[in-house]
């Protein structure tokens, strides 16, 4: 294809684009007029239903479980495809062809070590506080969860490695896969104690309390165990298990 | 729209361009760490703290350490003569 053909066939795309988007923006409501009724039903009656002062999370995790279980396995398939694509090239290039490097290229830098040894435990203390309280404040499982990768991942930074004989990979893929599997059962929960699946069957409790909210602190709890396994048996992965070496790295 | 809103849509503009703008890989992860910031502040501007949260702790701390991570396991293979292939 010539250089003249490429441009023209880019300017037909770009102009239509270009006027598409146009005729989209000219059709938008006024800036923050919002009319959707669910939207506005929810805002009003969420809070004041479930017992729980996160409308949002009340929101992902009770009346939008459903939608919030579906999230949960994309997050569970994508970390799996990961595993098998990157364990079926490993095992055609043999066991040795990446040996594990007894000091880690990351550990050079000493006020990187310094850095991320200091934050190591701040951070898995914010996650583990914005996975519990995911039904009073912003936050819940998914943010919580990613918070606490990245404090396994600044010990990593910081140079350590986890202990050989905890096999930490393999408590990632189990806290990824009962943290999926946490989820679908509490939703059956519903079914068996309530009339649906993934209705409430817990007592809502006091406002305001760690304990409250019926199930979705149970379903923080389990989609940030599924996240932090996920994330980080992917970034194990990656860093040829060095990052999370256990017996078999 | 709050004059906050407003720097922040504009910060997340001047961000975004500076991420394209970048040519170098390592230093275009730390841009885009930035940039992910920014939108964090931007949803947080806008009455979204939910999603801010997730933007600042995946766009500027977990996608930087990914794209650092795909970049020196390329270099190694690069330094060492291995290939995927």
């Known amino acids: 294809m010539s250089r003249t053909l490429r441009t023209a066939v880019f300017a037909v795309g770009g102009v239509g684009f270009a006027v598409l988007l146009l005729w989209g923006f000219g059709g938008l409501p006024d800036f923050g007029d919002f009319t959707g009724h669910y939207g506005l039903y929810l805002a009003h009656h969420a809070v004041p239903q479930r017992v729980a002062t996160e409308a949002v999370g009340v929101t992902t995790f009770d009346y939008r479980g459903i939608d919030t279980l579906g999230e949960e396995f994309i997050l569970f398939a994508a970390a799996v495809g990961v595993l098998a694509l990157l364990r079926l090239q490993r095992g055609e290039e043999g066991a040795s062809a990446e040996p594990a490097r007894e000091s880690p290229s990351t550990g050079h830098s000493e006020t990187l070590r310094r850095t991320a040894s200091a934050l190591a435990a701040p951070c898995l203390v914010l996650g583990l506080y914005v996975v519990a309280h995911g039904h009073l404040t912003p936050g819940g499982g998914f943010q919580g969860g990613v918070v606490l990768m990245s404090a396994l991942l600044l010990v990593f930074l910081a140079g350590a490695r986890f202990r050989r004989r905890t096999k930490p990979l393999e408590a990632m893929e189990l806290g990824e896969a009962s943290g999926a599997a946490g989820f679908a059962l509490i939703g059956l929960g519903g079914i068996l104690f309530a009339d649906a699946y993934l209705e409430n069957f817990l007592p809502f409790g006091d406002f305001g309390q760690l304990v409250s909210g019926g199930v979705i602190p149970l379903d923080n709890l389990a989609v940030g165990v599924e996240v932090m396994g996920a994330t980080l048996v992917v970034l194990g992965e990656f860093l040829d298990q060095r990052f999370l070496s256990g017996g078999d790295a | ?85």
């Open chain 2, 1 to 85: 729209m709050t004059a906050v809103q407003a720097a922040a849509l504009i910060a997340v503009a001047i961000g975004g361009t500076a991420v394209v703008a970048t040519k170098d890989p390592p230093r275009q992860a730390l841009v885009a760490g930035i940039f992910g910031f920014a939108l964090g502040i931007l949803f947080f501007a806008f009455q979204a703290p939910d999603v801010a949260l997730s933007e600042i702790v995946v766009g500027s701390v977990a996608l930087p350490a990914m794209i650092f991570v795909a970049i020196s396991k390329v270099r190694r293979q690069a330094e060492t003569g291995e290939t995927d292939d």
